[in-house]
Nanobody, 126 residues
Framework: QVQLQESGPGLVKPSQTLSLTCTVS??????????WSWIRQPPGKGLEWMGA???????YYSPSLKSRTSISRDTSKNQFSLQLSSVTPEDTAVYYC??????????????????WGQGTQVTVSS
């Protein structure tokens, strides 16, 4: 059974870079055809998908965050990481890592969020 666990600082100063790591157990991040994602939820708002790294290492980012977001991985540790640069108080949120599964219908692929970490609160404040 795959489990995900987020880790990283709970407080980040404005203009700095937010860095979080997701440690995966019970399955490899290189297993086809899974995608490994970051999602966040600001207080009082809905969930926002930030981006993902695929089993073979390719990246996908939300257009609204692409200029500030980087997702990388360390296959030797079975971890993937998020970096969000130039943060402001609006980046305060609970950050989740998750695994996306894939299914095909009539030759077209669709992804869905199937396993989540418990989430970690990150506050941006001076």
């Amino acid at each position: 059974q795959v489990q995900l666990q987020e880790s990283g600082p709970g407080l980040v100063k404005p203009s700095q870079t937010l860095s979080l790591t997701c440690t995966v157990s019970g399955g490899s991040i290189t297993t086809s055809y899974y995608y490994w994602s970051w999602i966040r939820q600001p207080p009082g708002k809905g969930l926002e998908w930030m981006g993902a790294i695929a089993y073979e290492g390719s990246n996908y980012y939300s257009p609204s965050l692409k200029s500030r977001t980087s997702i990388s991985r360390d296959t030797s540790k079975n971890q993937f990481s998020l970096q969000l640069s130039s943060v402001t108080p609006e980046d305060t949120a609970v950050y989740y890592c998750a695994r996306e599964g894939v299914f095909w219908v009539l030759g077209r692929s669709y992804r869905y969020l199937e396993v989540w970490g418990q989430g970690t609160q990150v506050t941006v404040s001076s």
